[in-house]
């Protein structure tokens, strides 16, 4: 079994047992994650053996739930991702040191996995990288030729904001870790937008155009962002990945607000207990006694 590292420099780490199942817990060779593709693609059989009755199979795969008609959706344990106008569902897996990933294309028979033991420094995802490159070669692409919308840039002032990821710690103290991690979406001068969140390869934010009503398209790729209010007028932000959408925060809840107030806050306590002990110390060189009254 492949140890796990942080860095590939650094010492290998102990194996890693998650319990959140069904969402987590898996381990797996690729091996027999070959066969557990295999099966699926064959609607729940792998050679004599059966798992799963066909139609089991093609629920299993359809769409289960969705934020918008127009967004990839939920089906039963896999999530679609379709790209290169293949419709795609697999599932994403991390633990500290591993990273995985697959993908299956029902409709040409393709199963296809990837398991790596550290991500290193990169803020890339190989496995991603590697994956486009796979249907760039296979599959390739028909050019998407929609124009851009003349309500661009309004649209693009109207989304703005800071937002919120749905994964999130709500009602403890690491609700901190959320704020720190919000996202920002901003209108460029050109009417398209970026997300500080999502990034091209060399780390730089993607630009996105509007392409539909509050629907804006990766400038260079083929991911779609569609902002949509939700049953209580919050407008959310719809990413490709439909276990998560953003949400745009309020005022009390806005970490460009939050984090320079939590920071003059302790600033204060931390010049008041400073500035304690130097008045202790001029009171006893100039022999001058502290006499409060009690509501004082």
Request: cysteine-free; glycine content about 8%; charged content about 20%.
């Amino acid at each position: 079994m492949s140890n796990g590292y942080m860095l590939a420099s650094d010492e290998a780490q102990e194996f890693e047992s998650i319990s959140l199942f069904p969402a987590g817990s898996l381990t797996s060779s690729a091996a027999d994650m070959s066969k557990f593709m295999l099966a699926h693609l064959q609607e729940g059989q792998l050679g004599e053996a059966r798992i799963l009755r066909p139609e089991t199979a093609r629920l299993m795969h359809s769409r289960l739930f969705a934020l918008d008609p127009a967004a990839n959706a939920m089906a039963y344990g896999f999530y679609e991702e379709s790209r290169n106008g293949r419709r795609i569902i697999g599932h994403a897996g991390d633990t500290v040191q591993f990273h995985s990933d697959l993908h299956l294309i029902p409709d040409a028979g393709i199963g296809f996995f990837i398991s790596y033991n550290s991500a290193g420094r990169g803020q890339i995802s190989p496995r991603t990288i590697l994956w486009e490159a796979f249907l760039d070669r296979y599959f390739p692409e028909t050019p998407f030729d929609a124009p851009t919308l003349d309500s661009a840039k309004d649209d693009a002032n109207a989304v703005s904001g800071t937002y919120m990821i749905s994964r999130r710690f709500e009602s403890s103290l690491f609700k901190l870790l959320v704020v720190l991690g919000e996202a920002s979406v901003s209108a460029n001068e050109d009417g398209t937008i970026a997300v500080d969140a999502l990034t091209e390869p060399n780390g730089k934010p993607k630009r996105w155009r509007e392409v539909a009503p509050l629907t804006f398209r990766d400038v260079r790729g083929q991911d779609s962002l569609i902002f949509k209010p939700d049953q209580n007028g919050r407008m959310q932000l719809i990413v490709p990945y439909p276990f998560m959408v953003f949400q745009r925060v309020g005022f009390r809840e806005n970490g460009k607000i939050l984090l320079p107030v939590v920071g003059i806050s302790l600033l204060i306590m931390l010049l008041t207990l400073v500035l304690w002990f130097v008045a202790w110390l001029v009171r006893r060189h100039y022999g001058s006694k502290l006499e409060l009254t009690k509501w004082e």
